[in-house]
DNA sequence: AAATATTGTGGAATCGATTCCACAAACATA
DNA sequence: TATGTTTGTGGAATCGATTCCACAATATTT
């Protein structure tokens, strides 16, 4: 392997000066710079990043754990902290754990071990170990999605984009609201998103029937089957004039089960979803949806974490995103 | 920070034990074991992958070159790796180029600095430059979806999955077929395709009509754009009773275009892709379209990959995928 | 011409692990 | 008891860079 010795060695300079030419730091004399050079040139040589890293304490790395690769969302979020990374010379480490909790303690240590700069995770559910783990982890450090104490975190106003919508829904005449939402344990989605639904019908003083409420699990299936219940438990009685999915694939999961049953959309019963993902531009009708400018959170993200790296300082930084609501002809 | 020496002090015994417990390498009585792990534990201790790396030579992090991170077939290629990967405890550090072709070979450049086992590069387009800075990487390499001569390569099997699709549609009674294609530069999508249009079309003695050949660029934008470009000359004259799309986001663009022009899809015209994009499902009509099987490339290429880093030898081994067609109702 | 300031270079320690080798202790065998 | 074998441990070199420090060679000032 090419090392700076050899390359010190050819050059006839000390390995000092070699590194002084990688780095342009100290007094090297012209001439000896463009000898170094064009044998750098010549060997295709490549500093070692380990040797570098070990000695440096710097990796330009940062680890990124994700819940599930290749989902539009993590896509979207990875390319915005790619944008403002790349830019400042890291790489980024992925890690994904497909939902297994256990696996998000294990990288959290790998990611330790390969001495990354510092770690983005995009958080789904948290636990209290977790969060020790978290707390001890002693790295630069942001979440994405879930707000978790003592920690940078870029979240979006789940429980304001979900009431909004909701409330958008009742502007739009409906009063039988159903909802489709995914378990609580994931903070921002299941739980904060079905308050927003549920404050924004007491607010209005409409009722909130409970046996129109059902769980879905993230994709299109599982919203088809929830929205088949909900219809199986109204049978002959009153039956909804809307559906909220709390993702867009449950909400087309729904729209697929009540066009199945001949209902119109929206004469019959009015779609919303959130996500903005690029399918709900497509389906028919085209889905109303909250756009939560994924990239835009990923930019922050890298751009929090970079500032805790440069400066060394583990402030908490708190940063809500906005929503921009996209409606469609789904309502 | 926590290095071993500080562990062996703390556990009562010399560096090289405490190496030889993390390694499970070498005699170390029951007790000094113990001590070392009692200790470890309580610390939290992590050995540094840096120092490891630096003496072993091995990283257990693969290189992964993207054209586009967040595209779905990007997403799904990486899942397929990743599978493969995790399980054997390698780790996938992320490159994008945004498709910017001198950025590929920065990217070369850098994974070899950081010392990565082995590099998997998402092709789109090859010229002979990057070839020949492939050819004196000197790492196991694979590359996914075009064929690099000299090194092995995961390849789809473009020429004949186009040639098939277009037969489909002429099977079904089309006569009219234009086509929609993307720049021949990159070879794969644009060239092979194109030509396995051009044979079917020729093999069946129909009218191979240039002026009904269009480039798009990958998007549905640009799907619509050249759909427009083609209605726009065919003018009063005779007219397309079939599309076929390079991908199914141009079709899809295609499938937009003709709606607006109020023409039934599949009564008036027919429409296909390539990709088995999740969206291609949930159009109207839902689109027919090849199923190229991603994951099954990701997953095939870093078997490959590994097969080279185990066996230290640089066969040039070369898979290509079968398609599956997903008839559906826009044809 | 002597004293001082500025530049260029190499020696050597260092980062945190692995691993070869030598040695010592414990045990078994003749 | 003397000898050989098996185990357990630590010393020290090593991986490939960075960086402090000392020194030498110039250049500049008195």
Same mark, same amino acid.
């Given at each position: 392997m090419l090392t700076i010795k050899k390359i010190a060695e050819m050059a006839q300079v000390s390995r000092t000066t070699v590194s002084r030419v990688l780095n342009d730091s100290g007094y090297v004399s012209e001439e000896a710079r463009k000898r170094v050079l064009a044998v750098i040139e010549e060997t295709g040589y490549v500093p070692s990043q380990h040797a570098k890293s070990l000695r440096t304490?710097?990796?330009k790395v940062i680890g990124v754990i994700l819940p599930?690769?290749?989902?539009e969302t993590s896509g979207r979020i990875v390319n915005g902290m790619n944008d403002v990374f790349q830019e400042h010379g890291y790489q980024i480490l992925l890690t994904s754990t497909n939902l297994d909790v256990q696996k998000e303690m294990e990288y959290l240590r790998l990611l330790k071990s390969r001495q990354v700069d510092g770690v983005i995770l995009i958080a789904t559910n948290i636990n209290s170990k977790l969060k020790e783990e978290i707390n001890q982890l002693n790295l630069p450090f942001v979440a994405i999605g879930q707000d978790i104490s003592g920690v940078s975190c870029v979240t979006y106003n789940d429980y304001e984009a979900a009431k909004a919508m909701t409330e958008l829904l009742i502007a739009k005449g409906r009063k039988n609201l159903a909802f489709i939402g995914v378990d609580e344990?994931?903070?921002?989605?299941?739980?904060d998103r079905k308050q927003g639904f549920i404050d924004a019908i007491k607010k209005h003083g409409l009722l909130l029937r409970e046996e129109w409420m059902e769980k879905g699990k993230f994709d299109i299936e599982s919203g088809y089957e929830a929205m088949k219940q909900i219809i199986h438990k109204a049978g002959g009685g009153p039956f909804p004039d809307a559906v909220f999915g709390v993702t867009d694939r449950i909400a087309i999961g729904a729209m697929q089960f009540l066009r199945e049953k001949g209902?119109? +959309?929206?004469?019959d019963i009015s779609v919303a979803g959130i996500g903005?993902?690029? +399918?709900s531009r497509f389906v028919h009708p085209p889905l109303t949806t909250m756009d939560y400018e994924n990239e835009k959170a990923g930019q922050q993200a890298a751009q929090i974490l970079l500032e805790q790296i440069n400066t060394n300082k583990e402030r908490e930084k708190k940063v809500k995103l906005n929503y921009r609501l996209l409606e469609r002809d789904s309502i």
């Open positions: 304490k710097k990796t599930k690769l290749s989902t344990s994931d903070r921002a989605v299941g739980y209902l119109q +959309i929206p004469k903005a993902s690029e +399918i």
